[in-house]
């Protein structure tokens, strides 16, 4: 996929805290990745996410072991690296994958297996060699691994659903994206839910118009 196309819905991640409460020390982040992705216009939102970076690397400055923030801090500037776009995004994207690999190494399994998602849908969505690490192959992998830590998770089933329509899998993408309508909504996550959402049914059209 060209960089100027990721749009990193995680990703853009996530996330699949759908059981477990957020601590505090990652909250805010998560709350204004929210409104920046969901409630902010277009033309504002890749600004709102270069202030959103800076907040991001303070908290990580101050909880440097804090799986969650680490996690959150990688969503954000994968998400920036979506509304930025151009080769500037790959260094953000390498940069959320390291986030992504530190956090692993302190709670492998924090937020309901987002690290999983969020790697998994980067894989898929960064260019391969020689300009970036993007390879299917691992893509699948850490999402299955996201989808057997959270297999009702609406995160996880939409970017196993993302990932199989762009492999071609239409059928397998449809049932994933189904899957993920039905998923436990998440109270304290009503933004996010609704957002999602809507990418979920504007994925799942373009599933079932290959399949017809």
Do not use: C
């Not at 601590?23 to 709102?48: C, H, I, M, N, S």
């Not at 996410?49 to 804090?66: G, Y």
């Not at 300009?131 to 297999?151: I, T, V």
Request: charged share 25%.
């Amino acid at each position: 996929m060209k960089l100027s196309t990721l749009t990193f819905a995680i990703t853009t991640l996530l996330l699949s805290q759908s059981s477990f409460a957020i601590g505090e020390a990652a909250k805010p982040l998560q709350q204004q990745w929210e409104v920046a992705k969901y409630q902010t216009t277009e033309k504002d939102r890749e600004k709102a996410f270069k202030v959103l970076v800076k907040e991001a690397k303070s908290r990580e400055q101050q909880h440097p072991d804090n799986a969650e923030v680490l996690v959150w801090e990688a969503i954000i500037l994968s998400t920036y690296a979506g509304e930025k776009g151009g080769l500037g995004a790959l260094s953000l994207v390498k940069k959320a994958k390291a986030l992504l690999e530190k956090a692993e190494k302190i709670d492998a399994n924090v937020l309901d297996g987002s690290i999983y998602t969020s790697l998994g849908s980067l894989y898929y969505q960064v260019p391969g060699w020689p300009l970036g690490f993007g390879d299917d192959d691992k893509a699948h992998d850490y999402l299955k691994k996201a989808l057997a830590l959270n297999p009702e998770g609406i995160d996880p089933n939409y970017f196993y659903g993302d990932f199989m329509l762009e492999e071609g899998e239409y059928q397998k993408a449809v049932d994933a994206f189904e899957k993920a309508l039905t998923a436990p909504s998440r109270p304290d996550r009503p933004i996010a839910d609704a957002g999602r959402k809507k990418e979920i049914n504007i994925a799942l059209t373009k599933a079932l118009a290959h399949l017809q």
